[in-house]
């Protein structure tokens, strides 16, 4: 077993139970970075790459069948999610389905496997998202996140649930109130 990660600011890296080292074979000669990765149908995806120092925000990239060292055979491939011009800021799994995490929408993506179109993505939550992948906290069947306007927790379907609107107003509070309704 090993553990692929990143931090958007470094190469992706592998663990590999005894020391970390860089991933091989990925695009621009391995100089390649990502901003999120997820292991899912025996493939690791990494999203929001910078590959060979050129940003792609709204990219996912994936690896061969197998093989996280094979990211340019026949297997292998991306997709630029260009309908919008926010950034993929996290990956996540809810049940057999792949999230995909930006600023201001979550797209919900079904694996089809096909040559030309290995996932279909639908849009189910729109005018909301997270600015940064720390801001997300996977617990099973649902994800929490802290929003642009509260926490709230996800189900992958097309709404949400406010978990925390007075939080959110106390964390994102300007003027140093904890509350300012109150005062």
């Given amino acids: 077993a090993k553990v692929v990660f990143t931090n958007g600011m470094d190469k992706v890296k592998i663990y590999n139970r005894t020391s970390f080292i860089d991933a091989t074979g990925t695009p621009a000669a391995g100089n390649t970075l990502a901003r999120a990765c997820i292991a899912w149908n025996n493939r690791i995806f990494l999203a929001n790459t910078t590959e060979g120092g050129t940003s792609f925000p709204q990219r996912i990239r994936w690896c061969a069948t197998g093989d996280l060292t094979d990211w340019s055979g026949a297997d292998t491939g991306n997709v630029d999610l260009w309908d919008r011009e926010d950034t993929i800021t996290a990956l996540a799994l809810l049940g057999n389905q792949l999230h995909v995490i930006r600023e201001w929408l979550i797209q919900r993506g079904s694996y089809v496997g096909e040559a030309d179109r290995l996932i279909v993505y639908e849009d189910t939550i729109d005018n909301e998202g997270v600015f940064a992948a720390r801001a997300v906290a996977p617990g099973g069947d ?42």
């Avoid at 996800?154 to 609107?165: K, Q």
């Avoid at 007075?166 to 904890?178: C, P, T, Y």
């Fill in 142 to 183: 649902s994800l929490t996140f802290m929003g642009h306007k509260s926490f709230y927790l996800y189900r992958g379907l097309t709404s949400l649930e406010d978990r925390g609107s007075k939080i959110a107003r106390s964390l994102l509070n300007v003027d140093g109130e904890l509350d300012p309704a109150t005062n």
